[in-house]
């Protein structure tokens, strides 16, 4: 029996009542998302082992996947907008499913190109469902709610994560590396087995996550949902929005300061497992998988214990604060590659939890309902920052090695600390992270 639709505001909001059923089926794409995030950063560890790729190479994963939102997240702006919310996350669901299935052709033919290709189309979907799923959260509800609703579903995506990670740790690594003297030393016809049993490795998980995920957009096709979105009310696009958007200088400043977070972020969570394995002879890929692990829990500590923080400070202050430690912390992990710099890595991720949203919501904070939907898609577009930077560290890396790689995420935090201090000059505002 479908839940009934409750009544509606004339801006799109629900008046009084939250409908659980359609509010958890949402919330539940967070968790999916952060699957599909962070299992990249298996991925690039367990290409770089199957195909023998440089750092370079092997960041690509992750340009592949960063790309797509790039591309995608003003198309889903406008997608959203003409068809609704509900409609932009149903495709999302179906891009990220397919992209998933696209895994067993790729491992079949044990080709690295048809792997990017299919998580491009993975992140084309994550870029509908992010740009859909943050908005909707919102008015599924009264607006005394709001924030709280859209923090509870925040707090689902380091989970997700932390999934990812396990999933990858438990089903993909073997705990297998042969170093290259001795793949060189196999024949032709054992580095072509190993190759294919490592590609083969990431099939069955890819096909359970795809087929979930296209159970799960039927699911959501078949539920009622309350009609809440801007074609729904008739409102008709503003004129002249996007070219205003592109002249404001505190959106665009957020846009660079999400560039340079996403960046950061993906480059330290990407090569994790390789600093590690570089930095602590001995260790295998199954675990140092546990020190990317480790930091998803930090980083989901981080966002709780940041927004208790945000309670009592301005968001701006507390963002430039965490920026600064973080410029720290990298430095220990460029200046004091071990143990000690592993562990810095893994406390950066408690630093670097609030930086999304609170980026995010400094961005789009005061503006019109078609500014903010359309200022949301470029921010959603900077996220290509996970494509481009890392792939600079992965060059940096070949270049000089991991350690002093990780100066690039430190000069990341620094242009966040700089928006930061520019925010901190502002009228106060407390951000939800």
């Keep these: 029996m479908h839940p009934q639709a409750a009544p509606i505001t004339a801006g799109g909001r629900l008046r009084n009542k939250v409908p659980l059923l359609p509010l958890a089926l949402i919330v539940s794409l967070f968790f999916l998302w952060g699957v599909a995030n962070n299992l990249n950063d298996v991925l690039v560890a367990q290409f770089k082992k199957t195909f ?17 939102y790039f591309v995608v997240a003003l198309p889903a702006g406008a997608y959203m907008r003409r068809y609704g919310y509900k409609s932009a996350v149903v495709l999302g669901l179906c891009l990220y499913g397919a992209g998933a299935l696209l895994f067993w052709p790729a491992a079949v033919f044990a080709t690295y190109g048809m792997f990017l290709a299919a998580l491009f189309v993975i992140a084309c979907g994550l870029a509908f469902l992010e740009t859909s799923a943050n908005p909707y959260v919102t008015l599924l509800g009264p607006a005394s709610s709001a924030a709280a609703r859209l923090n509870l579903a925040q707090a689902f995506n380091p989970l997700g994560s932390i999934a990812g990670v396990l999933i990858g740790q438990q089903f993909i690594f ?11 030393a196999m024949s032709a016809g054992a580095r072509e087995a190993f190759m294919k049993s490592e590609a083969a490795a990431v099939q069955l998980p890819y096909l359970i996550i795809g087929l979930a995920v296209i159970f799960w957009a039927v699911v ?9 979105g801007v074609r729904e009310e008739g409102v008709p696009l503003e004129r002249g929005v996007l070219r205003r958007l592109l002249r404001d200088g505190r959106l665009l400043g957020a846009v660079a300061a ?9 480059a330290i969570f990407s090569h994790m497992i390789r600093y590690a394995e570089a930095t602590l002879p001995g260790t295998a890929d199954k675990s140092a998988a546990g020190f990317v692990t480790a930091g998803l829990v930090c980083f989901m500590v981080g966002r709780f214990a940041g927004a208790a923080l945000m309670k009592r400070l301005k968001a701006s202050r507390v963002l430039a604060w965490f920026a600064l430690i973080n410029v720290l912390l990298m430095a220990m992990a460029a200046l004091a590659p071990g143990r000690e710099g592993v562990y810095a890595l893994v406390a950066s991720s408690f630093f670097m939890s609030v930086m999304y949203p609170t980026i995010f919501a400094l961005g789009v904070e005061g503006r019109s309902d078609d500014e903010r939907k359309f200022g949301a898609a470029l921010l959603v577009m900077s996220i290509v920052g996970g494509a481009v930077l890392t792939a600079v560290m992965g060059v940096v890396s070949d270049r000089v090695g991991i350690a002093h790689a990780m100066l690039v995420p430190a000069l990341c935090f620094v242009a966040i600390f700089l928006f930061a201090q520019q925010a901190w000059q502002r009228a106060p505002a407390r951000v939800p992270a």
């Design 220 to 228: 959501i096709v078949l539920t009622r949902f309350p009609s809440v």
């Design 174 to 184: 073997d705990g297998v590396t042969h170093t290259p003297a001795e793949l060189a």
């Design 258 to 266: 999400q560039f340079f977070y996403v960046g950061a972020q993906v």
């Design 52 to 68: 023998t790729l440089s750092d370079f190479q092997a960041a690509l994963v992750q340009s592949a996947f960063y790309l797509g």
